[in-house]
């Protein structure tokens, strides 16, 4: 049949590219002594392209792919004395510090490609190309709320509309970075484009714009995160921003709507996901709990919660809290969206076989002492996993599940023989995001009377469940006060500033481990656990809204506060 003939042959295209792969990176470091790179998955940089002609680039069989400050990075395809002494000149004359790498044909092709788009950003005058770190510091200077975004936006109106887009995508950049924002959203409309920022997992509007402007940004955005200019299909890139000594990567989805390409640029900055286990908002009876447990050498630590919910940011406050050059830690990850000094990351690649499952088979095989899953999705990896944590090693994964008791069930509708997770499962945690009240803004309230019912319920809980309320900085006497959210400049005007989180746990006890065979019901799971003292995630909320940490409307809006 065709279809297998070219099915055949595309394997056979893949088999060879990857030998080329092979043979490029031993003859770089064997003959050469230069480093080898597969451009195949990197940024092209459209600025370092300029420095040299496509037409001597073709003809040198060179590609400049990397333009950093002084430092330009320049892939070769047979790197002579003569070809990079003759290029180390050129450069040096343009005041540019060159470094060579070794690459394959298809690489530079790949680079070569990116001329034709350059010269029709050129033509459609879209101005420069690049995004400075120092530009957006200096423009962030000036930003505050996203009132001032708006403002900047509104006084890059007049002058030449070249520079008004560069300046257009800088100010939005910027504000977006400086505020915290996590997403910025730009969508067509009929006759006009939305811009939106979210700020603690929450969309604000910003402003609206012509849609002139938005075909223009759309290119320029385009251009910079490697997408093709031409289509008008669906469409992931990336580009980078080198902000001091972080780099901060955007991740760009366009989807095409039915006015235009929906755009949704994902900021990725390194500081956001730097949160210290201790300031993730933990109780101090479950920190002490879970420090206990990520230091064993083995077992398995899995955190639920939905998309959003902070999943990943507490499995690297995990690994960053266990992290030791003395061990080895290995992740998984789909993508891998913050770079972890010392630990081995590693990325699925589902259109070449490589997956959560293939991933986890390869780094056992590096001997690690931990690993960390992005996900387990189905019954081959969870079997591996609980293999893996009971054959002395730590693993630390997420789990689709609404709650800490609703582990052992999905894990049992995987396949997982109940039997053998008795000793592999360590720990089950769930988890929300609740936005924390702006400290400055903040006002006292007394409750109405649905609130306060739900409060003295959720309160006497605590109590029969033999956990005493004054652990938790409040007096089971005193009459109920909460607090409100009312905006200020210092909080964008939402009342609330930062995000926190809820937590419930459920440890494999003795008492877990006699019911986990029966292959338990959520609700017999919750009741045998009431006995650790760890609050559920209700409890938990309500303890963060009598501390004035959040509002009851925040807790409500992510638990259930009514049903256990």
């Not at 760009?252 to 900021?267: F, K």
Request: glycine letters at 6%; one cysteine or more.
């Amino acid at each position: 049949m065709p279809f297998d003939d070219e099915k055949q042959k595309k394997q056979l295209d893949d088999l060879h590219k990857e030998e080329e792969e092979q043979l490029v990176a031993v003859l770089a470091e064997s003959k050469y002594k230069l480093p080898y790179i597969d451009l195949s998955r990197l940024g092209v940089d459209n600025e370092a392209l300029r420095m040299i002609s496509e037409k001597d680039a073709r003809e040198l069989k060179i590609a400049p792919f990397k333009l950093f400050g002084k430092n330009i990075f320049i892939a070769v395809r047979s790197p002579s004395d003569d070809l990079l002494a003759k290029l180390k000149d050129q450069m040096e004359r343009e005041n540019l510090i060159p470094t060579f790498y070794m690459v394959s044909l298809a690489s530079l092709e790949k680079v070569w490609d990116r001329y034709n788009e350059l010269s029709m950003a050129e033509n459609s005058k879209i101005g420069g190309l690049d995004i400075s770190g120092e530009v957006l510091r200096e423009t962030a200077k000036d930003i505050q709320t996203i009132e001032d975004i708006k403002k900047l936006i509104d006084s890059t109106n007049e002058g030449n509309p070249i520079h008004k887009i560069s300046r257009m995508l800088e100010i939005i950049l910027a504000g977006a970075i400086s505020i915290k924002a996590s997403d910025i959203h730009i969508e067509p409309e009929q006759d006009r484009s939305r811009l939106r920022l979210r700020l603690d997992g929450v969309l604000h509007d910003v402003m609206f714009f012509e849609m002139s402007i938005y075909h223009l940004l759309n290119s320029r955005i385009k251009l910079l995160s490697g997408m093709k200019l031409t289509d008008k299909i669906a469409q992931d890139g990336r580009f980078s921003i080198m902000e001091e000594k972080e780099e901060i990567s955007i991740r760009t989805s366009l989807i095409p709507g039915a006015y235009g390409e929906s755009i949704v640029m994902r900021i990725l900055d390194p500081k956001s996901i730097q949160v210290k286990l201790e300031d993730m908002g933990i109780d101090p009876f479950l920190f002490s709990i879970i420090e206990q447990e990520i230091a064993k050498p083995n077992g398995m630590i899995l955190v639920t919660g939905p998309t959003g919910s902070g999943k990943t940011t507490t499995l690297y406050a995990f690994l960053r809290k266990i992290y030791s050059p003395e061990i080895k830690i290995i992740t998984i990850e789909d993508p891998i969206e913050y770079h972890l000094g010392g630990i081995t990351q590693t990325q699925t690649d589902n259109e070449k076989g490589y997956t959560f499952l293939e991933g986890l088979r390869s780094a056992l095989r590096q001997d690690p002492d931990v690993v960390m899953i992005g996900e387990i999705r189905d019954s081959e990896t969870a079997k591996i996993a609980i293999e893996s944590a009971l054959t002395g090693h730590m693993v630390f994964s997420t789990l689709h599940t609404n709650n800490a008791a609703g582990v052992i069930p999905r894990l049992i509708d995987l396949d997982a023989n109940p039997k053998i997770m008795v000793s592999a499962l360590s720990l089950s945690i769930a988890q929300r995001l609740v936005r924390k009240l702006c400290a400055s803004c903040k006002v006292e309230k007394t409750p109405n009377e649905k609130e306060e019912s739900t409060i003295k319920m959720i309160m006497g809980g605590i109590k029969e469940e033999g956990k005493n309320l004054s652990n938790y900085n409040i007096n089971p006497d005193a009459p109920i006060k909460l607090f409100s959210p009312v905006g200020c400049e210092k909080c964008n005007k939402t009342g609330y500033k930062g995000r926190i989180g809820v937590f419930e746990a459920i440890k494999t006890d003795e008492a877990i481990e006699k019911i986990m065979p029966l292959n338990p019901s959520e609700r017999e799971i919750k009741k045998v656990a009431k006995t650790q003292g760890i609050l559920s995630m209700r409890q938990d909320g309500i303890v963060k809204i009598l501390n004035g940490i959040t509002s009851f409307e925040e807790v409500q809006s992510v638990v259930d506060l009514l049903e256990e």
